[in-house]
């Protein structure tokens, strides 16, 4: 016998006996809806068993997520010098309680890039334990810096030796201005970068956050720019956006924060940001447990990436809900 009903607010006619017949005509599975049926909740078990009667007016709801995009996630690595690596983070070598401990957090933090120091060997006691013993530059690359270099000279001569000692040419340049806020000195950097790239150096500059700086450093032959968060070691974060996100929309090469980076939303915000990458050193060995802020690095640097490829939603004035409104009870 043929009957008319309302179903989810539309007439329809049917010959199904039961709501479980419906369900089917319908092409759904009973054991995946629920039914109120004339102002009242129909048990699921019961749903073989419940007649159909004549205007009966039944609600067939369920459950539907709150977006419809794919997923398109895919494996991400970031390239410098024709050098490709999955990490995007590195990490520095200085300040740690001991090279065991500095070994450890590396390897928390899944860095594949450290930054060491060049400085004098220890020459009364030439046995002393060396990083070399810890952190293996067969399986991390080492990227020798010029940390503590005031003027360009002083860094050139700096990283001529430290191409001597281990044959590196990818090298992280840095000239500082004055020893109070160890901000670069733009001048002598631009001017050591440009003797470096003529040499077969590919440095990677840190610098000021100066849209107009980076760009000129890409001009002297900088594989990467590395312009500050905040000043070194101040665990500020990163203080001007605008400026960050100028100098990634611009470059032509990877940009990186450097310096300033104190906990783990500072490393997500510079990643969200379009960063390439980021580099600390005194957040993590001077964290209360630096092998546990190691691994917070290293899932916030992968956690503020893929936001920023993702694609973060727009902001808006006035609230938008979140579930949709169609098929509204």
């Known amino acids: 016998m043929t009957i008319s009903i309302t179903v989810n607010g539309e007439p329809r006619r049917t010959t199904a006996p039961t709501i479980a017949a419906l369900a089917t005509e319908l092409e759904l599975d009973p054991a995946k809806v629920a039914v109120e049926r004339n102002g009242e909740i129909v048990p699921r078990s019961t749903l073989a068993h419940t007649a159909l009667s004549e ?7 369920h459950f539907v997520g709150g977006g419809d995009h794919p997923d398109t996630w895919a494996p991400d690595t970031w390239t410098v010098a024709g050098r490709t690596f999955r990490s995007r983070l590195i990490v520095g070598t200085g300040k740690y309680r001991d090279f065991e401990q500095n070994a450890a ?10 930054t060491v120091a060049v400085r004098r060997v220890n020459v009364s006691d030439p046995k002393a334990p060396m990083l070399t013993d810890y952190i293996d530059p067969n399986k991390i690359t080492y990227l020798p810096n010029t940390a503590g ?7 050139i001569r700096t990283l001529r030796l430290a191409r001597e000692a281990g044959g590196w040419d990818l090298v992280k340049l840095e000239v500082l201005g004055e020893a109070r806020t160890l901000y670069p000195n733009m001048v002598e950097t631009i001017r050591a970068c440009e003797v470096l790239a003529k040499e077969g150096f590919l440095p990677m500059v840190y610098c000021t956050d100066d849209p107009i700086a980076a ?13 500050l968060g905040a000043p070194i070691g101040s665990g500020l974060g990163i203080q001007n956006r605008v400026t960050i996100r100028l100098i990634v929309e611009g470059a032509n090469v990877p940009v990186l924060v450097d310096a300033g980076v104190g906990t783990a939303s500072d ?18 060995a001077e964290a209360k447990d630096p092998l546990r802020m190691a691994r917070a690095m290293k899932l916030a640097v992968e956690a503020g990436r893929d936001a920023y490829l993702a694609g973060r939603m727009a902001t808006r004035k006035y609230a938008d809900p979140s579930s949709p409104l169609a098929g509204l009870i």
């Open 105 to 114: 957090a590396v390897e928390a933090s899944g860095a594949e890039i450290v």
């Open 267 to 284: 490393a997500a915000v510079a990643m969200e940001l379009g960063c390439d990458g980021v580099l600390m050193n005194t957040a993590i």
């Open 215 to 227: 760009k000129q450093l890409e001009e002297a032959g900088a594989v990467a720019v590395m312009p």
């Open 149 to 155: 270099c005031f003027t360009a000279e002083d860094a």
């Open 55 to 61: 205007g009966d007016v039944l609600e067939i709801v």
